[in-house]
């Protein structure tokens, strides 16, 4: 038996999708000048290219050092994609805004 494979998510989707909800895990590790660079740009890539249709959940390590188990987070700062679905995950300060389009899967790699 076939199974349809499930289509990937773009910004196209966003703007056809107007009750998609992209949301966003992003692993810290204090007020580090990397995690504030890492949250600000973040903040910056979601205003430009998903129009209010994200939700961001900081999540700080130093704090909450048991939640890094689950999503398996080795590195930090780490961007981790929940939804849409699959789930993917980017490391670093976030600044390569291309990289962190494609790794949201917003951009198509060239």
């Given at each position: 038996?076939?199974?349809?494979k ?5 910004k196209?989707?966003?703007?056809i999708?107007p ?9 810290v ?23 209010g ?14 939640l ?9 700062p ?25 790794g ?7």
């Amino acid at each position: 038996m076939k199974t349809a494979k499930q289509p990937k998510h773009t910004k196209a989707d966003a703007a056809i999708l107007p009750d998609a909800v992209w949301e966003l895990r992003l692993y810290v590790a204090g007020q580090t000048p990397k995690s504030l660079t890492a949250f600000a740009n973040l903040k910056r890539i979601c205003n430009e290219h998903l129009a209010g249709q994200y939700r961001i959940e900081v999540i700080d390590l130093y704090k909450n050092p048991q939640l890094a188990k689950g999503d398996q987070i080795l590195a930090l700062p780490t961007l981790v994609r929940k939804l849409p679905e699959p789930v993917r995950k980017i490391i670093g300060d976030l600044s390569n805004t291309e990289r962190v389009l494609i790794g949201l899967d917003l951009r198509v790699a060239q």
